[in-house]
């Protein structure tokens, strides 16, 4: 009986070993020019409009392309700020007085299902946007994308490939806004008229260079070469995305050869990976994680207060010794990557004496006792609660004794920018490639000013910024409203993540861009046996 | 019989009204607007305001609970923030998942474990028995998320014996033998503690039994210890064995909700973790419904099991 029991055991584990190895209909040659990425969440909907998350845009923009793009072919530390580049528009033209823009429109460009782009497509994609009496208008989508679009006035149909908007007022970040976050990325009308506006985001459909093949949520999103991309071919011939929101599971996924690559990778995981022969690549890409000191709080009202909390704390230690490196010290509200970032400006430097003689000319020499808020996870948020004990720490110093106040995620952000007189500050992760981020942030009637800071001469100069018709204006308006910040300390900004992948030795060609996501025509896996 | 079981049906009326109330009351009392989530942050006033009172936010609590609960006795889970998709076709899948995976756990637990506690039982005192119960004791006491990341750092990263993550080899896709190889570890993670309470139970028991007055008279007259064991001790042991059995289906599905985010494994549990830091509202509250209908019914059925083998209780 023993005999017979044995040899089932070792008959069942030849057996599953057997099917280790068999790949079920799909070739080797296919899996070879597969890459797994492990992801640090699900993502949102497969409609480029209407998604929201960073996680998600890094999925949509393989499927589909916007009139203008980000260059992302660079490495981080060779350029700060990806530079915009044509995409669907192969050129397109600004008037002096920045109200009309027209796009010349790349020609021969077809969607995945082999509907024509040309003019009447982006037309279409517009009204969706902006034209409520539009069959197909999206009261979500347009939402959305309301930063971006809600300027624009008219569209007119010059010919087959050319089509010019007409603005309501000067918008200086419009370009960068149609490249970047909120991208207006062009979708099939077809497949939009089959499916409708919630049924879209199921058969998503664009013009880029992976087409759409598979979803099971919460397992995987795969993605397929357009064979008929206008661009240059794709290496890969499948990406897959699978969600791992367990950074253990994530790490141990990547160990074990079930991923090729893992975004958000652990600090404490990092050192180990390398050892083991992972490759770690890391960006610069906009992000400042901050403290928002609340203006109806009666010690953070002081001036000098807030001035003290950005002098006593170490972002330099914070980053080098709790997030081992994986971020950068902040002492810029201004995101990095973007025109207006400048990585020499210093708001405060760590300064512990000098934070207490300021505290004590406040009229605090004994400091006081306040309320810190933040969330205990979220995108981007890094390792909140134990930044928030590092900050903590750091205050006690001088005398300022802080009550933390966690929360899930979800109940964070809906409380995030309601602060009640009793908290002293919150914080939040953020940033955007285009320097019209500051009006998100800081803006006295802007929805996400958490602090409810608010300076006329901020809003003036933003003012300016936003209707500027030159660059260099502009990007000079941005810079003083950064430096009105800094002087009024109504940002105080602790790091900026940079965004480490980590991969097996075998992907090639994957490079972080000083952006939140990231182009993976180049990728390839070479394999040496 | 028929009275008790029609009187025990009758009670989970009002314990699934309570659950339904508990699950839109949460929900109600989270900071955050439905409407703002699904236009998104940017979005103007005007078109929230218009979207609240198209989706019945403005009205009274109550008013919106009946809403909410006539919806879903009607087979309406409402359609999901994020997805755009009705959430009873989406989460009738993950239930699916959580149940494999709990029946993976509910065979882990009865096998091993029964067949950890007849072993100790079988060898009391020895050292066997000994080192058989403190794996029992042990398991007991170890976290399933701890067990989880243990067992993965093992088996998945050192020995690379066994899938880390999901259900299914991503890159080849469904099998049978996959799916067998991704049910190991989380099914292992997710019965230790019942496992655990198992082994211990059917050591006690056995002991008991073998102990007793009747078990000397069948060695008195001379049958063998093999049939002495199976046929009487063993089948002594097996009514308190299935209530015990029953009991633990409720833990291993809890158990399950936790074990799922990190295995990756796509059921009710890691897609409650993932809506919630999505923020959508209608899935979370199907979820946490669906498995909190699970328990009710669950325990109906530990409980018609156990008047079944309780006559007092069949009066």
Known sequence: ?529 | MGAYLAKRLLYMIPILFGVSFLVFSMMHLMPGDPARMMLGQQAAPAAIEALRTKLGLNQPFLVQYIHWLSNILRGDLGTSITMQIPVSAYLFPKLINTLILAAGGLIVCVVIGIGMGLISALRKYTWIDRVLMFLAQFGANTPGFWLAITLMWLFATKLGWLPSTGMYDVRTGPSFIGLIKHLIMPAFATATVSLAVIARLTRSSLIDVMNAEFIKTFRANGISESKIIWKHAFRNILAPLLNMIGLQIGYLLGGALFVEVVFNWPGIGSQIYASITSEDMPMVQAGVLFIAACFVLINLINDIIIAFLNPRLKS
């Open chain 1, 1 to 529: 009986m023993k005999k017979y029991l044995i040899l089932l055991v070792v008959l069942l584990l030849v057996f599953l070993q057997g099917c280790s190895s068999q790949t079920s209909g799909t070739t080797q040659s296919n899996i070879n020019k597969t890459l797994v990425i492990g992801i640090e969440s699900e993502a949102d909907v497969l409609d480029p409009d209407r998604a929201g998350g960073w996680v998600t845009y890094r999925i949509n923009r393989q499927i589909h392309e916007g009139l203008l793009t980000e260059d992302l072919s660079a490495a981080s530390k060779s350029q700060s700020v990806p530079p915009l580049k044509p995409s669907l528009a192969t050129s397109w033209d600004v008037s002096k007085d920045g109200l009309h823009y027209t796009f010349h429109l790349r020609k021969n460009v077809k969607f995945q299902d082999g509907t024509p782009f040309n003019a009447q497509a982006v037309e279409f994609n517009f009204r969706r946007l902006i034209d409520k009496n539009f069959k197909y208008y999206d009261q979500r989508s347009a939402s959305n994308l309301t930063n971006t679009v809600s300027d624009i006035k008219s569209m007119k149909l010059i010919d087959d490939n050319t089509i010019e908007f007409t603005m309501k007022k000067p918008f200086s970040a419009f370009l960068r806004m149609l490249a970047g976050s909120s991208q207006v990325a062009m979708i099939s009308p077809t497949a939009l008229k089959k499916y409708g506006n919630n049924g879209y985001s199921e058969h998503p459909v664009g013009t880029g260079p992976f087409e759409f093949q598979e979803r099971v949520k919460g397992e995987k999103i795969v993605l397929v070469r357009n064979p008929n991309y206008w661009g240059k071919e794709p290496k890969l011939q499948r990406v897959i995305f699978v969600p791992l929101s367990d950074d253990s599971a994530r790490v141990a996924a990547l160990e074990s050869g079930q991923v090729d690559m893992i975004a958000v990778p652990p600090p404490d995981a990092i050192k180990s990976l390398k050892e083991k022969g992972f490759n770690i690549e890391y960006g610069a890409p906009p992000h400042v994680w901050f403290l928002s000191p609340n203006f109806n709080n009666p010690y953070m009202k002081n001036l000098k207060v807030r001035q003290a909390i950005a002098m006593a704390i170490d972002r330099k230690g914070m980053a080098k010794e709790l997030l081992k490196n994986t971020v950068t010290p902040a002492y810029s509200a201004q995101s990095p990557a973007n025109d207006a970032y400048d990585p020499s400006f210093v708001d405060y430097p760590y300064d512990p004496k000098k934070a207490k003689q300021l505290l004590a000319e406040a009229g605090y020499p004994n400091g006081f006792t306040t309320t810190f808020e933040t969330s205990v996870d979220g995108s981007g948020q890094l390792i909140p609660v134990p930044m928030a004990e590092w900050i903590q720490q750091d205050l006690a110093k001088i005398g300022i004794k802080v009550k933390l106040q966690t929360y899930e995620w979800i109940s964070y952000l809906g409380k995030w920018s309601d602060m009640s007189s009793s908290v002293g500050f919150n914080q939040m992760s953020w940033g955007m490639s285009t320097p019209y981020y500051l009006y998100n942030i800081a803006y006295s009637t802007s929805g996400a000013n958490a602090g409810k800071y608010s300076n006329p001469a901020f809003d003036k100069v933003v003012n300016e910024a936003m209707t500027a018709t030159n660059t260099e204006t502009a990007t000079e308006d941005w810079k003083k409203a950064n430096e009105l910040i800094a002087k009024d300390a109504a940002i105080i900004p602790i790091v900026s993540d940079k965004a480490p992948y980590a991969m097996a030795n075998y992907v090639k060609g994957f490079v972080v861009p000083n952006e939140e996501w990231y182009d993976l025509t180049n990728v390839y896996i070479k394999k040496s046996n």
